[in-house]
């Protein structure tokens, strides 16, 4: 799979679960398994960047879509919002790795390497078309995390949003 190369001039985000992003930041996690947003058409995720922010966010998470180990992280997150009117990033992902898995046993290989359960992989996996992208990345945070107004872009089931312009450079 290819990336884009376009970071060093625009910025963007990587939109993710609060506890996954808590796990990346622990060390505890360091892959990333993704399908798509629905924004993102029947092609589903693209991994469009080398280098990227976490953006940490509630939407679809429950503690039931991660394995027990991964509970703490649901708490871990809260340090993160939300707050009304603004989103923190606490911290960039740069990609080591990017493939894409497209048997069910690839998958299952990567048991104990993420938190998230089976009966969610499984649902993720199969949903429209078998396969899901594999991203190993590793972690730099950021302290304190960057506090940012909330934007129009950020709103929609999509992966990846663009920052805005006060992040150029950062």
């Known amino acids: 799979m290819t990336l884009n190369a376009v970071d060093e001039i625009e910025p963007f985000a ?36 080398r280098e990227f922010w976490l953006l940490p966010t509630q939407f679809h998470q429950e503690a039931g879509q991660l394995t027990e180990e991964g509970w703490p992280f649901l708490n871990a997150a809260r340090i993160w919002g939300p707050f009304p009117g603004e989103i923190l990033l606490p911290a ?12 069910w046993e690839e998958v299952t290989a990567l048991q104990g390497e993420h938190l998230w359960s089976e009966a969610t992989l499984r649902n993720r996996f199969e949903y429209r078309s078998p396969g899901l992208t594999y991203l190993r ?20 089931c999509k992966s990846w949003v663009r920052l805005p312009d006060i992040m150029r450079g950062r």
């Not at 960039?92 to 048997?103: D, F, H, M, N, W």
């Open 92 to 103: 960039k992902a740069q990609v080591q790795e990017c493939r894409r898995l497209t048997t």
């Open 14 to 49: 990587f939109k993710e679960w609060a506890a996954i992003c808590a796990a990346l930041v622990a060390g505890r996690q360091s892959i990333i398994l993704r399908k798509g947003g629905i924004h993102e058409g029947p092609a589903g995720f693209q991994p469009e960047h």
């Open 137 to 156: 990345v590793t972690i730099t945070s950021v302290q304190p995390p960057i506090r940012l107004p909330i934007w129009p872009e950020l709103e929609g």
